[in-house]
C-alpha cells in the first residue's frame, strides 16, 4: 500500500527537487530552441503534464504554441484490452508543422505509440516527444524521445502536475510515494 507523504516526511520522499526540475527545463529549452530555430507547437498529454508543458514552454524563445490532448479508454470486456480514441483533440493545425508532444512519464510506451499514430496521420513537418520522466526498463516500444527531462527507476511519484489518487499535484518537487508495511 503506498500513500502521499506527509508533511515530516516530504523532504526525505524528494526525488528531484523544484531546482533540479528547473535547471533540467532550462537545458531542455536552450536545446529545443537549437533544435527548432523556425518554431513549434508543444501537444501536452494529460493533466500530469500540464505543469511541465506550460514552465517548459516558458523556457522556449523561439515562436512557440500550445495545446492539450487526452484519450479515453473503451473497454467492453474485463478480459480484452481497452480500445483507445482521442477524448480531446488538438484544436490547433498541426499539418507541415513542428510537433512536440509532452508528457509526465514515459513507461511501456503503448499510450505514445497511439498518439503518435494519430499525430502522423495529419502530416506534421516533424513530431518528436519530450518527456518529464522516462523508465527505460519498462519501455516496451520505441519511440521518438528526442528530450528527457530525467530517466528514473520510481514507478510510484507524484507532485509537480502529477497525482497519486486526485492528491500531489500541487507540490513543487517530484516525490516518492511512502509504502506502508
Not at 47 to 57: M, N
Not at 63 to 87: C, K
Amino acid at each position: 500500500m503506498t500513500r502521499i507523504p506527509t508533511a515530516d516526511e516530504y523532504e526525505k520522499q524528494i526525488r528531484y527537487s523544484k531546482n533540479e526540475i528547473e535547471e533540467r527545463l532550462c537545458a531542455l529549452g536552450k536545446q529545443i530552441d537549437r533544435d527548432f530555430p523556425d518554431g513549434l507547437i508543444l501537444l501536452v498529454y494529460l493533466r500530469g503534464a500540464a505543469v511541465f508543458g506550460c514552465d517548459l514552454l516558458r523556457k522556449i524563445t523561439v515562436p512557440a504554441d500550445i495545446d492539450f490532448l487526452s484519450i479515453g479508454r473503451y473497454q467492453v470486456d474485463e478480459d480484452e484490452s481497452p480500445l483507445l480514441y482521442l477524448r480531446q483533440d488538438t484544436t490547433v493545425n498541426i499539418y507541415n508543422r513542428n510537433v512536440l508532444l509532452c508528457t509526465d512519464i514515459v513507461r511501456s510506451g503503448f499510450t505514445m505509440h497511439f498518439l503518435l499514430q494519430q499525430l502522423r496521420a495529419r502530416n506534421p513537418k516533424s513530431l518528436q516527444i519530450c518527456t518529464l520522466l522516462h523508465n527505460p526498463d519498462q519501455q516496451l516500444l520505441p519511440l521518438p524521445l528526442a528530450y528527457i527531462g530525467f530517466d528514473t527507476t520510481y514507478a510510484s511519484l507524484c507532485g509537480y502536475g502529477m497525482h497519486f489518487r486526485d492528491q500531489g499535484r500541487q507540490f513543487p518537487d517530484i516525490v516518492e510515494l511512502v509504502k506502508e508495511k
